[in-house]
């Protein structure tokens, strides 16, 4: 009996450390943060019932799978991704500005596309919108 608890107390720590080195990979990406320009640029589109319309279009096509309808990441595209995407409800994404958020929708980052090429400007702010909505999380004051 105790050599069994023993044994399961050694499997335990190895899951514990494995799931870590696991966690700890994703760590070792690079920040992703907009350039300084980008990062302050505003939304120059109003945050209208209109707006929040396209921008759910948009979002249940294209981000839904993944980011989820709430944008908490648990879209039902993540079981297949080695990097899932972060909770966008929590507080550090809270901290990012229009342009930040707006530059990594256009931009990317993988395993996220960039959606600059296939979608207009005013397209992409009104994901914006509509983001802000669903995770009742206004812009921070710059």
Known sequence: MKLHRQSLLIFAGALAA???LAHAADD???PWAAPARAAKKKNPVAATDASFARGRELW???CASCHGNTGRGDGPGVKDL?????DLN???SVAHTDGDLFWKISEGRKPMPGFAENYSEE???HVLNYLRKITAQPAPKS
Not at 82 to 86: H, S, T, V
């Open 18 to 20: 494995a799931t870590l």
């Open 28 to 30: 070792k990406r690079e």
């Open 60 to 62: 249940t096509k294209e």
């Open 82 to 86: 080695e990097i899932k995407p972060g």
């Open 90 to 92: 929590d507080p550090h």
């Open 123 to 125: 397209d992409r702010w």
